[in-house]
Nanobody
Framework: VQLVESGGGSVQPGGSLRLSCAVSGFTSSNYVMRWFRQASGKEREMVAR????????NYADFVKGRFTISRDNARNTVFLQMNSLKPEDTAVYYC??????????WGKGTQVTVSS
């Protein structure tokens, strides 16, 4: 099982980035997929989630209306489109897969820096 994030980088406030999470070793559409983030000195927090079956989505209040989680089942990839980025969005972003039995799989993360 492997999750590999990509798409992070540096952007100015108000800019956009699209993160990708390439999944291998299992079919991501069978799992709840989530994006978390962890800023320096802070706890890891969930940003968005998408269910496997129906593709229902949920977002943390601090990203609602700005971020969109989606999945491409044919490519076994999950995305996080981030718009209107703010300096407080600066963090390492992690992809997570949650199995029906409650097991977690994590990627190694990708750095997002929002700064002028």
């Amino acid at each position: 099982v492997q999750l590999v994030e990509s798409g992070g980088g540096s952007v100015q406030p108000g800019g956009s980035l699209r993160l990708s999470c390439a999944v291998s070793g299992f079919t991501s559409s069978n799992y709840v997929m989530r994006w978390f983030r962890q800023a320096s000195g802070k706890e890891r927090e969930m940003v968005a989630r998408i269910t496997g079956a129906g593709g229902s989505t949920n977002y943390a209040d601090f990203v609602k209306g700005r971020f969109t989680i989606s999945r491409d089942n044919a490519r076994n990839t999950v995305f996080l489109q981030m718009n209107s980025l703010k300096p407080e969005d600066t963090a390492v972003y992690y992809c997570n897969a949650l199995t029906p039995r409650g097991m977690d799989y994590w990627g190694k993360g990708t750095q997002v820096t929002v700064s002028s």
